[in-house]
């Protein structure tokens, strides 16, 4: 059962963010400024992306680093944590490659 406090509904609360999945993936090659991530993802907007940096960063998935330059510049990136979540990601998107013709199917076969 996944009761209120499981601990497998704490990792299912963590991947059912579209954007929480989709921004750790997008980290795995590295640090990456928040511009750059809204390139490489796409869609989102920026007050999207920023409240789901936030979020990952309080439950310790990615981490922010914050340059003293000028222009300030800021990065972030995975911490042990989050790259624990790569995998898990990509099986779910394997999964979607290979079976998102049958979902769509049967979406339109339910229309």
Known sequence: ??????????????????????????????????????????????????????????NGLVVRHAYAEAPRRVEYELTDLGRTLLGPIGAFGEWAFEHAEDVMAAQDRAN
């Open 1 to 58: 059962m996944f009761l209120a406090d499981c601990q497998a509904r704490l990792a299912f609360d963590l991947i059912a963010n579209t954007w929480n999945a989709v921004v750790i993936w997008s980290l795995r090659h590295g640090p990456r400024r928040p511009g750059r991530l809204r390139e490489e993802i796409g869609g989102i907007s920026t007050k999207v992306l920023t409240e789901t940096l936030r979020r990952l960063e309080f």
